[in-house]
């Protein structure tokens, strides 16, 4: 199984999502857009905007069919200006359909309720194989804690004076996988988590070695093509 680590930006890293309401659309959207099929929110866009305000994307009313996944998403985290994904294609050309879908769809969302034109983001997106397994250790890691961007960017000098705040901070920021991979129900039917929960020993494993991972992260022995 290939690993890609996708990288999109908002165009001249503008924001992307200006609102609560724009993350919970996102989210939706990495749920709606992975399959095969047509979407129906795609096909319903121009009627409304989605009621998407309390989206437990996994309960009985959303999850109305069985999807035929294009891509295997491990992980994500949404940034004010740009978004990381960690997938993985099922198929030939998946990721790039996917894509077209998510950035696609969204872009209409976001431009219809802003009552803007043109492109929202830059170019094509980043796509990045997984190459080899220190990468592949590191990357759902440095994907949960990019939010710390926003609190202690510190953490990337490995400068944080409390992990604990650290920690909290992240186990409290609802726009990545982070939450559903330490065993809070957040979004857990977006993502695929089986593959990794299982090298890291479950969630309390997980639990554990993020802490490990975040007091002796060294961005000087990551690829930088991978993480930025």
């Not at 989210?27 to 409304?48: C, G, M, Q, T």
């Not at 295997?72 to 985290?77: G, Q, R, S």
């Not at 309720?113 to 094509?124: I, Q, V």
């Amino acid at each position: 199984m290939d690993f890609f680590h996708i990288l999109s930006r908002g165009i001249e890293k503008r924001k992307i999502f200006l609102d609560k309401g724009d993350y919970f659309r996102f989210i939706h959207d990495l749920y709606e857009f992975n399959d095969e099929e047509p979407s129906e929110a795609y096909k319903s866009f121009k009627r409304k905007f989605l009621d998407v305000q309390h989206p437990d994307i996994g309960n009985k009313e959303r999850v109305r069919k069985k999807r035929k996944l294009l891509v295997n998403l491990h992980a994500f985290a949404l940034m004010p200006n740009h978004y990381h994904l960690l997938l993985s294609p099922l198929s030939d050309g998946a990721i790039t359909l996917f894509m077209r879908k998510l950035n696609g769809g969204y872009a209409r969302y976001f431009n219809q309720k802003n009552e803007r034109k043109g492109p929202l983001f830059e170019s094509r997106f980043k796509s990045i194989l997984v190459s080899n397994e220190k990468h592949f250790i590191h990357l759902p890691y440095y994907i949960h804690c990019n939010p710390l961007d926003l609190k202690m960017p510190e953490w990337r000098k490995r400068e944080i004076k409390s992990y604990k705040e650290a920690i909290e901070f992240l186990r409290s920021y609802r726009w990545s996988s982070h939450i559903d991979y330490i065993g809070e129900k957040n979004f857990p039917s977006v993502t695929q988590r089986e593959s990794f929960l299982e090298y890291f020993g479950g969630e309390d494993g997980y639990k554990n070695s993020i802490k490990s991972w975040l007091n002796n992260f060294d961005k000087g022995k990551l690829d930088s093509s991978l993480i930025e």
